[in-house]
C-alpha cells in the first residue's frame, strides 16, 4: 500500500477489500472482450451505500477518478478505468441484498450489485416476475442494468430498463446519498431526477439501490422457432402475431441461418429444432399470467402466416427443455463468433417498419468494405434493434481485418442515420462509442449533456473518458 489514498481506503471497508495486486485486480480491469484493459490505484469493494458515500467523498477530496462496476460485463468499455492509473475502481459486488419484496406496490428494493439472475429469482419466489432478460443475467448486477439502461429480449412487452425502474439510491459526486428510493407509480413533483441516472453509465452518480417494477408471473407460454425467408417475413409476421395476440406478445428475435450454423458448429447441448434449413428464423413467445392456454393464439398466428406465404416451417416448443434449448439458439449467437475469427459489433436500432430495409443495405455495405465478410445481422425484431456483427472472411487474419473496425463502423453508421436510426439501441456509448457523438447528436443535445454533467460532477470526478 504504497500510495497514501490506500491507508485511507482502507480505515472505510477494510484491507482485504482492496485490490491492488495484479492477478487480484485483472478481472475487474479487463472488459469483457479484452478491447479495453485499464490500470487503477485500487479496485475497491465497499459493502453499503454508506461505504460508498465515504469513498467517493474521499476520493473527491484527493481529486482521485471513480470508476463505478456492476458486474463488468459491458460491451462498449464503460465499465474499466483508462490506462493511466490514475483512478480507483468501486466495485458494487459486495452490495447483495434484496432489501424489500413488496406485493402491495408490485415492487423489489435491492443494491445495486445484486445480479439479474438472483433479482429475477427472488420475484419468482414471491410468484412474481421481474422481466428484464440479457444473455449475461447470471453475472450482469442491477446496477449495471440501470446505469447502460439494458434492453434484452422482453423490451416489445416490458420495456427497457428505463421502464422497470420506480426509485434510486445514488451516492453523488461529493459523497452526498439522494435517497429516492420511492415506490409511487404516481409522483408529479418536478424533475424526475432518477432518469438522469438511467443509462448515464457512471458518469453522473454511483446507483447504490433501486426500487424495481415487478409484473404478475406467467402462468402460460407458448414458444415457437419459426423458419422463414426474408426479414420481410419476419416484419409481416411480427405484424401479425402483434395483432392477434396483443399484450401477450413478450419475444420476438430475428436470427439468420449462419448464425444458426455458429452455434450448431460451436455451441453445446444444442440442436437444429427444423428440419430443413431456412434463410431465416424468428423466435416467437407468448405469455400471459392468466390461466388459460395460449396455444390456439400461436397456432392462428402460425397458421395465417403459412397461408400467407410468410412462414416455411415452425416448431412449437412441448416441453419446458425445448424451449430452453429455443432460448439456447437465440442467446449463444453473439458468444459463438468469436470462434469465427475476428468479428467487427454493431449495436443499433432502426424504426421497425425499416429493419428489413436496413439489413439489406448495411449487408451491401459491409460486403463492399470487406468482400467476403460474413454479417451476422441477428436481434431484437419486436423494438427495432440490430445486432449487426460482421465476421471477417473465411481464413483472412484476424487482426488484419479488426484493424478495419473504424472503416466498417463508418459505413454501417451511414446506413443506420440514413434510416433515423442509433448507433447505441442497448450497450451503451462508454469509451468506444464516445468520438461518435459529435457525428449523431445535435450541438444542442452535446451542449445539454455536458451542462448536466458539470452540474452533477463539476469535478469530473465519475468516469472520465465515458460518454462525454
Known amino acids: 500500500m504504497s500510495d497514501p489514498l490506500l491507508p485511507r481506503l482502507a480505515e472505510i471497508v477494510g484491507d482485504k477489500n482492496i485490490l491492488t495486486e495484479a492477478g487480484a485486480a485483472e478481472s475487474y480491469l479487463t472488459e469483457e472482450r479484452g478491447l479495453y484493459r485499464g490500470k487503477a490505484v485500487a479496485v475497491v469493494r465497499p459493502a453499503s451505500v454508506e461505504e460508498v458515500a465515504s469513498v467517493v467523498a474521499l476520493c473527491a477530496e484527493a481529486k482521485v477518478p471513480v470508476v463505478p462496476q456492476g458486474g463488468n460485463t459491458g460491451l462498449v468499455g464503460g465499465g474499466v478505468p483508462d490506462e493511466t492509473g490514475r483512478a480507483v475502481v468501486v466495485s458494487l459486488n459486495r452490495m447483495t441484498s434484496v432489501r424489500e419484496v413488496d406485493i402491495d406496490t408490485g415492487t423489489m428494493t435491492v443494491d445495486a450489485g445484486v445480479t439479474l439472475q438472483a433479482a429475477q429469482e427472488k420475484a419468482a419466489e414471491h410468484d412474481r416476475l421481474f422481466p428484464l432478460s440479457l444473455a449475461s443475467e447470471g453475472s450482469c448486477t442491477v446496477g449495471g442494468n440501470i446505469a447502460t439502461n439494458a434492453g434484452g429480449t422482453a423490451v416489445v412487452a416490458y420495456g427497457n430498463m428505463r421502464d422497470l425502474v420506480l426509485g434510486l439510491e445514488v451516492v453523488l459526486a461529493d459523497g452526498r446519498i439522494w435517497n429516492g428510493l420511492r415506490k409511487l407509480k404516481k409522483d408529479n413533483t418536478g424533475y424526475d431526477m432518477k432518469q438522469l441516472f438511467i443509462g448515464a453509465e457512471g458518469t453522473l452518480g454511483i446507483i447504490t439501490g433501486a426500487v424495481l417494477k415487478l409484473a404478475p408471473a ?69 405469455a400471459s399470467p392468466a390461466e388459460q392456454s395460449l396455444r390456439e393464439t400461436m397456432e392462428a398466428i402460425l397458421e395465417g402466416a403459412i397461408e400467407a406465404g410468410d412462414i416455411e416451417d415452425a416448431a412449437l416448443s412441448e416441453t419446458l427443455d425445448q424451449r430452453a434449448v429455443f432460448w439456447k439458439l437465440r442467446h449463444l449467437l453473439s458468444e459463438v463468433q468469436k470462434h469465427e475469427g475476428g468479428s467487427i459489433k454493431h449495436d443499433v436500432s432502426v424504426p421497425i417498419g425499416q429493419m428489413p430495409a436496413f439489413v439489406g443495405d448495411a449487408t451491401a455495405a459491409a460486403e463492399g468494405v470487406v468482400p467476403g465478410c460474413r454479417p451476422v445481422p441477428f436481434g431484437h425484431m419486436g423494438d427495432g434493434n440490430i445486432h449487426f456483427n460482421v465476421s471477417q472472411p473465411v481464413g483472412d487474419d484476424k487482426q488484419a481485418y479488426l484493424a478495419r473496425w473504424g472503416e466498417m463502423n463508418e459505413a454501417v453508421h451511414a446506413v443506420v442515420t440514413r434510416y433515423s436510426g442509433s448507433i447505441s439501441a442497448e ?42
Open 427 to 468: 450497450h451503451g456509448i462508454g469509451r468506444l462509442k464516445r468520438g461518435l457523438l459529435a457525428e449523431i447528436k445535435a450541438p444542442v443535445e452535446l451542449d445539454m449533456m455536458r451542462r448536466v454533467k458539470s452540474a452533477l460532477d463539476p469535478n469530473g470526478v465519475f468516469n472520465p473518458g465515458v460518454v462525454i
Open 218 to 286: 406467467n402462468r402460460s407460454v407458448e414458444t415457437a422457432f419459426i423458419g422463414l425467408n426474408s426479414p420481410e417475413q419476419a416484419l409481416a409476421l411480427f405484424r401479425r402475431a402483434q395483432a392477434t395476440a396483443g399484450s401477450a406478445l413478450i419475444a420476438c428475435e430475428l436470427m439468420p441461418r449462419i448464425g444458426i450454423d455458429f452455434v450448431l458448429a460451436h455451441g453445446s447441448g444444442v440442436r437444429d429444432p427444423l428440419s430443413g434449413s431456412h434463410a431465416w428464423y424468428v423466435l416467437l413467445e407468448l
